[in-house]
């Protein structure tokens, strides 16, 4: 694939997850037997049928309405894109996928994320995202 359809594919994921909450259109972007997973809390999984209950029942409704993400730089090529980025949120919701077991503190978070995305066959074929949880776990008081 070319950079940009890349991008384009990437930006549709994207809106499915975030901003329309649509668990079929972020899978539309992705191959069969894609592979996601969070590194920090080892959340994630392989295939699409893992992936439509994972991103149904916990991943995208868990999402914050305050979440804010601000790419601060992002590499692409034909084969892959690695976004690193600001993220800021109100811990108001149950996070499993981010804070596994920590019921909502309603405190601000804020980190940074670095995203490397594989593509193959015209489709994502595989999302590992990383971010510093120590961090994250200090600023809702869960770690000294």
Do not use: C
Request: net charge negative.
């Amino acid at each position: 694939m070319s950079v940009q359809e890349n991008l384009s594919l990437w930006d549709k994921h994207i809106r499915g997850e975030f901003m329309e909450k649509d668990t079929d259109l972020s899978l539309s972007t992705m191959v069969e037997d894609a592979s996601v997973l969070t590194v920090p809390t080892g959340w994630g999984g392989k295939g699409k049928a893992e992936l439509k209950s994972l991103y149904r029942d916990e991943f995208i409704p868990s999402i914050p309405p305050s979440w804010t993400h601000a790419t601060t730089n992002k590499v692409v090529t034909d084969d892959y894109i690695v976004e690193e980025a600001r993220i800021q949120l109100i811990h108001t919701q149950q996070m499993d996928w981010f804070l596994p077991g920590i019921p909502p503190t309603g405190k601000p978070i804020e980190f940074d994320i670095v995203l490397i995305v594989q593509f193959r066959d015209g489709k994502m074929a595989a999302e590992r995202i990383y971010w510093d949880q120590a961090a994250v776990l200090q600023q809702i008081g869960h770690l000294e």
